[in-house]
């Protein structure tokens, strides 16, 4: 799922984001592009972030000095590549488009503060501008490790409390401050139904397969009826149901329950690696993927009963 994810977000990019940052050229062109679906996948990823962090960290609940190494490795796997991408796009701008960038809004976007586009655009972004997605990932970490001392159940809680209030605060503020803008969009739901459906298959229990399915093909009258958002670039409630409805049915089709796949004789412990590889390689993409440290759903078949790390705990 989180693979899928991360090939149509860098598709999407290949497709047009770099063409229109860095001049035609650079892009696919074509007809396509993937607003929705790109969209659909990195809501995806924020639902995956929020189940992986339950799941990984139920060791460290509860536990003396795991809000400070929670928040180490958060930033290590996720910082300094951060640093070395968005160090080389300003060489590539600077060497092969000789332009000039802004010394200031290329500090504060390393600390992950953006700013608004000179377009007035309400889009909010960082100078390497597919990484605007760290900043609600950044945030969410920041919020889980702070109540990381406290019991699962009650550190979750408190978690959505202080989202929900976030979001609530999101309906009064004004788009004047770019990172308060960003950090009370609605989407920040989207990691408090990943924290949920962790909860509740930590429990033992599974949604039946004819509810899953039903879910999945309930995606395709969502993309065909859900209208599109007024403007989508502001994350609000509109976009939420638009993107965020396909989102919340994948979700629970695919994390509901263990997948059984087909032919898993053909599955080894070498492929499983290696498709855990390719999804922690997308973190360049702002993703967050595999950053926790275990796989959010089970493959289950013959011989092969899988959940394991995506990234080798540290």
Not at 29 to 51: D, K, T
Request: charged residues 10%.
């Amino acid at each position: 799922m989180r693979a899928l994810a991360a090939f149509i977000v860098a598709a999407a990019h290949i497709a047009f984001g770099f063409a229109d940052h860095v001049g035609a050229g650079l892009g696919l062109g074509g007809g396509w592009q993937a607003g929705r679906e790109g969209q659909v996948a990195v809501l995806l990823f924020f639902i995956v972030s929020g189940y992986v962090m339950v799941t990984a960290s139920r060791d460290s609940f509860g536990k003396p000095g795991g809000r400070g190494r929670f928040w180490l490795r958060r930033f290590i796997r996720i910082m300094p590549p951060y640093w070395l991408a968005s160090a080389l796009l300003a060489g590539v701008l600077t060497v092969l488009y000789a332009q000039e960038i802004d010394a200031a809004s290329f500090i504060a976007s390393l600390v992950l503060v953006p700013s608004w586009p000179p377009s007035g655009e309400l889009r909010p972004l960082v100078f390497l501008w597919v990484g605007w997605t760290l900043i609600f990932e950044m945030g969410f970490y920041f919020i889980f490790g702070l109540f990381l001392p406290l019991p699962r159940a009650q550190a979750v809680l408190s978690v959505v409390g202080v989202l929900a209030v976030m979001i609530i605060a999101g309906t009064w503020v004004p788009p004047v401050n770019p990172l308060l803008f960003m950090l009370t969009r609605p989407v920040l739901a989207m990691f408090v139904a990943g924290m949920g459906l962790a909860l509740w298959r930590s429990g033992g229990a599974q949604a039946h397969p004819g509810l899953r399915w039903v879910a999945l093909l309930g995606i395709v009258p969502a993309m065909l009826f859900i209208p599109d958002p007024a403007v989508p670039s502001a994350m609000g409630w509109d976009y939420l149901a638009w993107a965020g409805m396909p989102t919340l049915l994948v979700a629970f089709a695919v994390l509901g329950g263990p997948l059984a796949l087909p032919a898993s004789g053909l599955i080894n412990a070498r492929e499983i690696s290696a498709m855990r590889s390719i999804c922690c390689m997308f973190r360049w993409h702002g993703s967050g993927c595999c950053s926790g440290g275990a796989c959010p759903c089970s493959i289950r078949g013959r011989g092969i009963t899988s959940s394991a790390p995506c990234w080798r705990r540290s």
